[in-house]
């Protein structure tokens, strides 16, 4: 309902506002009302027409929409439901009649419900039904493997490899960036780098641009965009009441001082940093000190860029070292000015503080692993035999009955989480609560609509967790699936609108993204394996469970297998 109200249509739609492809719709009903409230009847009982929509947009002119690693972000929901879908039937119709037709939690004497005893919990110690879990445990991982490398596959050629080789050229693609360009008494910084690529790559060097430390200089320009903003407001604010000049108090806040014509004082304020900032960037170019030994290098041809970006350019492999230049959106400039020696001793710095945490941290640990030794705690401590041996047989029920909680999680967390994002309730205070008392001109307003990234950096990892609980309960209560399954349709739905139609890509990293998520979800899938080995050790299935050990070997295997195919294609970029 919020979203077809025109008043809040920057909030739904402000990728289309920023692109500039949308303005404020038309509805029926009196100008001024249709500002603020939809007055179309027949628009309420559509209101769900956005997920058809969003799903209508086919994956390449999503890509050309939204970017690849967009495209990608969402093909990790999709892992999801190609997981976890065929499983979920498979443990429906094979593992949770067998979990129920047993009657073990009836006799234990522990609290239960219905849901765990459609778990492993219910079957009892010894039993030969473990056989179906065990069976079951190697399909899982052999399906989940085998979804993986089709994945991987097609993101990596299918998909990375056509998008890097695509006729919509970028910058990055050309150009690589070059550290620790070595002093010569004899030619300046910039005649050394291109004096460098002459030679060396003489039919493929186009141009370079060497590093500044211009801090200084951005902080400039930081500053007039501000000021400029308040004289575009004054100015505007004076096209619509040309009788009256505006005016401003130059004291605190606007509180005191004297009173001045507001536009005659920014426009002098304006004027004053144009010349710091002219006068700054001569300084810059000019001042030795402020050039640093690292330059971008451009090349006529992708060819000759893969080739000086992969290959080593100097008998000391100290000095011109090449990497290839990250977008230009993926620059975090301040910290390019930095030396490639600072960068080196803060790596160094980081790496001892991690070792020496890292030291400090195992001795506790040994400490209490010392005593976690159950033969020796039986000898130390003889009257606490019989509770230590109790002890594996409880956590071998109770820990499969915890799927309840889990199963709140994911509604609590996922499918609200999920809601929550779809309804935008709180960005949706804070437009209008912006656009109400600190926008003055187009630009805040645009800045206030402003819905950001998606995040990648936090919302991949939260999917990970699903990932995790799926794999882990997939073979011990299985009756956990559907609400991850529900989670990864609603979540795909939602944040393929939400990429379409909300958040804009901060930068294009070409899916490099792809092997952190194989790999996590290889650990998760590892993880699940090593669990259920030592839950059916507790429930004493001692010819079933040794035949579990193959499995992390397997899939570390298969690990290794899809990290040698597959994952050069994200680290080098191929000649052919």
Known sequence: MLRIQPVNDRVYFPKWYIKGLRSSPLVNGSAFASKFVNLDLRSYTRFLNWMPAALQMPEPELIDHAGLDSAVYLRIYLLGLKIFGPIALIAFTVMIPVNWSNNTLEHSGLTYSGIDKLSISNIPIGSHKFWTHLVLAYGFTFWTCYVLKREYEIVAAAMRLHFLASDQRRPDQFTVLVRNVPPDPDESVTELVQHFFLVNHPHHYLSHQLV?????????????????????????????????????KTGF???????????????????????????????????????????????KTRWGAAVCAQTQQSRNPTTWLTEWAPEPRDVYWENLAIPFVFLTIRR???????????FFFMIPIAIVQSLANIESIEKALPFLKPIIEVIPKTIGVSIPMKATFFITYIMVDGWAGVAGEILRLKPLIIYHLKNSFLVKTEKDREEAMDPGTIGFNTGEPQIQLYFLLGLVYAVVTPILLPFIIVFFALAYV?????IINVYHQEYESAAAFWPDVHVRVVAALIVSQLLLMGLLSTKEAS???????????????????????????????PLQ
């Open 212 to 248: 500044y430390n211009a801090n200084k200089l951005s902080e400039l320009v930081n500053e007039k965009k501000k000021i400029q903003n308040w004289l575009d407001f004054y100015q505007n604010k004076y096209k619509r009441n040309p009788l009256k000049r505006p005016s401003l």
């Open 253 to 299: 806040l606007g509180l005191w001082g004297n009173r001045v014509d507001a536009i005659d004082f920014y426009t002098s304020i304006v004027e004053r940093l144009s010349r710091d900032i002219c006068g700054e960037r001569e300084k810059v170019s000019s001042n030795t000190k402020s050039i640093m030994p690292a330059a971008f290098v451009s090349f």
């Open 348 to 358: 160094l710095i980081a790496a001892i503080a991690f070792f020496f945490l890292t």
């Open 494 to 498: 939602v944040y393929r609108h939400q």
């Open 543 to 573: 010819q079933s469970t040794p035949l579990l050990i193959t499995l992390p070997i397997l899939t570390i295997c298969f690990h290794r297998f899809c990290k040698g195919r597959y994952e050069p294609a994200f680290v080098r970029y």
